[in-house]
């Protein structure tokens, strides 16, 4: 099973910018980073985990509404680590971030905002946006 690990959390004010970053590891022989679609959930305090943005193994990307246009989702295969650039942070954007993996063959034409179709989680990382 792929182990992933989340960093670049912090506080930043309304309106700045974040980029998390999530190093993904436990591929096997047969496969890598690439293979796999993959997203980022968030989850605030009291609320449910949701997503906030996806992408499939050819790179087709999926995202929430409250996020499009300011989130950009990216991966660097090379590196095995997957990438959101947040942009125009909201206090609303507050929650504790996950990245997830997908079953191989999972999500490769149309990756969804799903937490069900994600077997692969990390720990998550604190994003904390002041007004």
């Known amino acids: 099973q792929v182990q992933l690990v989340e960093s670049g959390g912090g506080s930043v004010q309304a309106g700045g910018s974040l980029r998390l970053s999530c190093a993904a590891s436990g591929f096997g022989f047969t496969s890598r980073l690439s293979s796999y679609a993959m997203a980022w959930f968030r989850q605030p305090p009291g609320k449910e985990r949701d997503g906030v943005a996806a992408?499939?193994?050819?790179?087709?990307?999926t995202y929430a509404a409250s996020v499009e246009g300011r989130f950009t989702i990216s991966r660097d295969n090379g590196k095995n680590t997957l990438y959101p650039q947040m942009d125009k942070l909201k206090p609303e954007d507050t929650a504790l971030y996950y990245c997830?993996?997908?079953?191989?063959?999972?999500?490769?034409?149309?990756?969804?905002?799903?937490?069900?179709?994600?077997?692969?989680w990390g720990r998550g990382t604190q994003v904390t946006v002041s007004s």
């Open positions: 992408i499939s193994s050819i790179g087709v990307t």
């Open positions: 997830a993996a997908a079953p191989r063959g999972v999500g490769t034409y149309r990756p969804r905002l799903n937490n069900n179709d994600y077997n692969s």
